[in-house]
């Protein structure tokens, strides 16, 4: 019987019905064509666009995780997602993170790259600016008229905000008559009217850096009568300006570029999948086929000689204080053989470590093991690949093993991603631990939630509509890993009239800790600590 095979094509959308139909539908088209032994699912990344669309139309576009859950009820088991995202920014990212929550529930899952991701990308995105700009200004060069296209990006205060300069510092290189800007980023339209005065260019010709020429385009950048717009701005500073209001996903480059980051993850990963299925054979030359058949039947052979033991043990060891470990979790770490320690960078001091110190027998076995905390997904997929592998051998060996983890195991902890890997290998139990929010709320005699009151848990790492609507839909909320956009949460807080309901706390429980009742003093940080957690409840 074959297997069942998903395509899920997941952009940012839009709601400008023609635009959508030459990009967005011609990119999924394009993937549909390529691959007709695969079922299409069609998601989106913008919660915003899809309500707007279900209230206007009355058409329901699915969010990448509503996508999951049909692709999983309809029972396919291998599930294939191309990205139509531009650069790996915050969008990408969301997406990432969904599609880990799925993972283990189907037999394969496999993701295309975004337009601009490695080297290659870039070189021939450039050669594709190239291309277009020149034609562009074929005409005004015929006339001697000084001409360049500038093209407009998104732009994001994600990390990826670089992928722009790095694509423009190629055009540069290839003395290109094209420069690249942004709305919400770096480079801004003040740098590229800078360059252009430098370069005495006289008329410039207009293009979106998008993959559809939507709202941004029409009203950012190409409205006349809209004085901050682009087209109002160049023609201020005394450019001439022609606009092309076309979205990128129009060319059939681009089309084609889409089709081809899938076609090279599919190869990549078959190639790499028999390397997997001889896992053993390949990580050492010297380890005959005997020996990989003894080491795969002494873990089954060790899993029923226990019979029920615990091979491996997930251990929350709370916010911060050593004093706030279980009992459970202290008799657990003395009974251990080896125990793993994750690093957030290599080298570094474990925080998880410091707090269990006191607990540890002096001949423990500890292995110190990085954990990428970047945007690399295949980097962390390996990492974890590699640790859950090296575990699996130890409990085969006959050790004890622990894995320590900050808080609580089970929340927004790296030891899910080694427990979904080892579970169906080893005997696997999970140890509690003090999350940082409950011991922010009860070291502070902070009510979370009573009687009928709902109370909501989220990252501040999720894009601002979905924190606006927890913010807007529950009695208590908890916002965590907020260190990375506390500003722009902070304003969201004070504009929504919740600056003396919140409480918001550094370093929960360390010597280090800082207590902010309201917002008002730590508004005017540059940043806060990477452990800073708020807490807002609107009845007290």
């Known amino acids: 019987m074959a297997v069942k095979k998903a395509l899920l094509v997941v952009s940012f959308g839009t709601s400008y019905v023609e635009t959508r139909k030459k990009t967005i539908e011609a990119c999924e088209n394009k993937l549909i064509e390529k691959f007709p032994e695969m079922d299409f699912f069609r998601a989106w990344t913008s919660r915003m666009i899809i309500k707007k669309l279900k209230n206007r139309d009355d058409e329901h576009i699915l969010f990448p995780d509503e996508a999951f859950e049909e692709i999983l009820e309809k029972g396919y088991r291998e599930v294939y997602v191309q990205s139509l995202h531009l650069i790996c920014g915050e969008e990408y990212h969301k997406l990432l993170y969904v599609i880990e929550k799925y993972r283990d529930k189907f037999d394969k899952v496999e993701i295309g790259r975004p337009l601009l991701t490695n080297l290659e990308d870039?070189?021939?995105?450039?050669?594709?600016?190239?291309?277009?700009?020149?034609?562009?200004?074929?005409?005004?060069?015929?006339?001697?008229?000084?001409?360049?296209?500038?093209?407009?990006?998104?732009?994001?205060?994600?990390?990826?905000?670089?992928?722009?300069?790095?694509?423009?510092?190629?055009?540069?290189?290839?003395?290109?008559?094209?420069?690249i800007g942004t709305v919400e980023g770096y480079p801004e339209l003040e740098e590229v009217i800078a360059l252009l005065k430098k370069d005495k260019i006289e008329k410039v010709h207009l293009r979106p850096l998008l993959l559809v020429a939507g709202d941004h385009a029409t009203n950012d950048m190409a409205n006349s009568n809209e004085e901050d717009s682009w087209y109002s701005i160049l023609k201020s500073n005394g450019f001439d300006v022609d606009v092309h209001l076309q979205g990128m996903g129009e060319f059939e480059f681009i089309q084609d570029k889409f089709v081809s980051n899938m076609c090279d993850e599919i190869d990549e990963k078959s190639a790499l999948s028999s390397i997997v299925e001889n896992n053993d054979r390949a990580a050492s030359n010297s380890i005959s086929e005997n020996n990989d058949r003894v080491a795969s039947n002494s873990i089954t052979e060790n899993i029923g000689k226990n019979h029920g033991d615990v091979q491996f043990f997930g251990i929350g060891v709370g916010p911060g204080d050593s004093d706030l470990l279980t009992v459970k979790a202290i008799n657990v770490l003395k009974s251990l053989d080896t125990l793993y320690v994750p690093q957030a960078k290599k080298g570094s001091e474990s925080v998880a470590k410091m707090i269990v110190n006191k607990y540890l027998k002096a001949d423990l076995e500890i292995k110190e093991r990085y954990f990428p905390m970047n945007y690399n997904e295949n980097e962390k997929i390996s990492a974890w690949n590699e640790i859950s592998d090296e575990i699996i051998q130890d409990t085969n060996d006959g050790k004890t093993v622990g894995f320590i983890s900050l808080g609580d195991p089970m929340v927004y902890s790296t030891y899910v991603y080694l427990y979904n890997r080892v579970k169906d290998k080893v005997r696997v139990e999970t140890i509690p631990g003090i999350t940082s929010f409950i011991n922010i709320a009860s070291s502070n005699n902070f009510p979370l939630a009573m009687d009928k009151e709902s109370l909501g848990v989220i990252s501040c790492t999720d894009d601002y509509d979905r924190i606006s609507d927890v913010l807007d839909r529950f009695e208590s909320v908890v916002l965590m890993k907020v260190y990375k956009n506390f500003k722009e949460i902070i304003k969201m807080i004070e504009d929504k009239g919740l600056s003396d309901k919140s409480l918001i706390v550094s370093n929960s429980s360390m010597d280090n800790e800082m207590v902010y009742r309201g917002i008002e003093e730590i508004k005017k940080l540059d940043s806060v600590p990477y452990f800073t957690t708020i807490l807002i409840n609107k009845n007290i």
């Open 122 to 179: 870039y070189n021939e995105l450039a050669d594709f600016i190239e291309r277009v700009s020149i034609d562009d200004c074929k005409k005004d060069i015929q006339n001697k008229i000084k001409t360049a296209t500038v093209w407009m990006g998104h732009g994001t205060e994600h990390m990826s905000h670089s992928a722009y300069a790095a694509l423009d510092y190629r055009l540069r290189l290839k003395e290109v008559p094209a420069y």
